[in-house]
C-alpha cells in the first residue's frame, strides 16, 4: 500500500477485493462482519459505515407516524394516492 498525502493506494485482490487498513476500520468504528455502505460519484468509489440499528429506528419511527395517520388495513400506496387527491 502506498501512502499519497491523506489517501492511499489500494491493489484489488484477484476476487476483485480491497482491504480496509486498520487505522481506518477504527476511525470507522466497524469489524469484520460489519455492513458497510458503497456509493459511485463519478469514479468515485465512497465507502461509509453503515448503521444498521439507527436505520432500523428511522424505519421504526415512519412505520408508526404511518400507523397513527393513516387508518389500519390501509396500503402505504392507496395511502399516498388519497393524499394525492
Known amino acids: 500500500m502506498t501512502k499519497l498525502n491523506n489517501e492511499r493506494l489500494v491493489k484489488l485482490t484477484q476476487k476483485s477485493q480491497i482491504v480496509v487498513r486498520k487505522e481506518i476500520r ?3 468504528g466497524v469489524k469484520p462482519g460489519s455492513i458497510l455502505r458503497t456509493k459511485l460519484e463519478g469514479k468515485r468509489l ?12 428511522k424505519v421504526e419511527k415512519i ?10 388495513g ?12
Not at 46 to 57: L, P, R, S, Y
Open 74 to 85: 390501509l396500503s402505504a400506496v392507496e395511502a399516498i394516492r388519497r393524499e394525492r387527491e
Open 26 to 28: 477504527k476511525a470507522l
Open 46 to 57: 465512497i465507502v461509509e459505515a453503515f448503521d444498521a440499528e439507527k436505520e432500523i429506528q
Open 63 to 72: 412505520a408508526h407516524m404511518i400507523g397513527k395517520k393513516w387508518p389500519k
